[in-house]
Nanobody, 121 residues
């Protein structure tokens, strides 16, 4: 089954750190831009950070200087290192891949299942 599997969410106090991971399953051969988005109840999903195949990164202003996105192309995995976490960072975090080549053909705009991050004050 072609899927993106996230891990690393949890609860932390303000000022703490978490590291999220998102791994592509077997059957995924090529991956384009990877990213992290987040969503809170009643709000639209928002961009956190993206990283292109060549390593070019883009961050939301609210996380610049605190979060770092990286990828391991050999492992087909994207990471989000989150430092100096704030209560406003509390959300469900979703992994996204804009395009991928898979055993069942090309796929666009694929999402992980989401992982909860809770930051307490």
């Amino acid at each position: 089954q072609v899927q993106l599997v996230e891990s690393g969410g949890g609860s932390v106090q303000a000022g703490g750190s978490l590291r999220l991971s998102c791994a592509a399953s077997h059957g995924i051969f090529t991956i384009g831009t990877m990213g992290w988005y987040r969503q809170t109840p009643g709000k639209e999903r928002e961009l956190v950070a993206t990283i292109a195949v060549d390593g070019f990164t883009n961050y939301a202003d609210s996380v610049k200087g605190r979060f770092t996105i990286s990828r391991d192309n050999a492992k087909k995995t994207v990471y989000l290192q989150m430092n100096s976490l704030k209560p406003d960072d509390t959300a469900v975090y979703y992994c996204n891949v804009d395009r991928m080549g898979t055993s069942i053909g090309p796929l666009l705009d694929q999402w992980g299942q989401g992982t909860q991050v809770t930051v307490s004050s």
